[in-house]
């Protein structure tokens, strides 16, 4: 029922930029977080960021100062905006949602296709 399709990968130089977003379609009663996962050839998934719906944000130690996640809530939508792009960033992106289809439901994750991001040296 819920499916959430990414947008925004490519390729890029060191030192650019990207931004990556994903909306969620299908029934959602409501969304407790969104998140922004990667992984790389050979490493495991790893979180990049995460946003709660009360707005409180989390990054990973490597993206910290370069990257910034966002929402909008009424698109169900979740972007992560890229700066100073390194090419340690290079990974599959997925992003995920933590939400309740109905208020009955227990809180669940669902994710995207994955987007590729390849960062040139």
């Known amino acids: 029922q819920v499916q959430l399709v990414e947008s925004g990968g490519g390729l890029v130089q060191a030192g650019g930029s990207l931004k990556l977003s994903c909306a969620a379609s299908?029934?959602?009663?409501?969304?407790?977080?969104m998140g922004w996962y990667r992984q790389a050839p050979g490493k495991q998934r790893e979180l990049v960021a995460r946003i709660t719906s009360s707005g409180n944000t989390n990054y990973a130690d490597s993206v910290k100062g370069r990257f910034t996640i966002s929402r909008e809530n009424a698109k169900n939508t979740v972007s992560l905006q890229m700066n100073s792009l390194k090419p340690e960033d290079t990974a599959v992106y997925y992003c995920n949602f933590a939400l309740r289809r109905y208020v009955s439901s227990v809180v669940t994750d669902y994710w995207g296709q994955g987007t590729q991001v390849t960062v040139s040296s």
């Open positions: 299908g029934i959602i009663f409501s969304i407790n977080a």
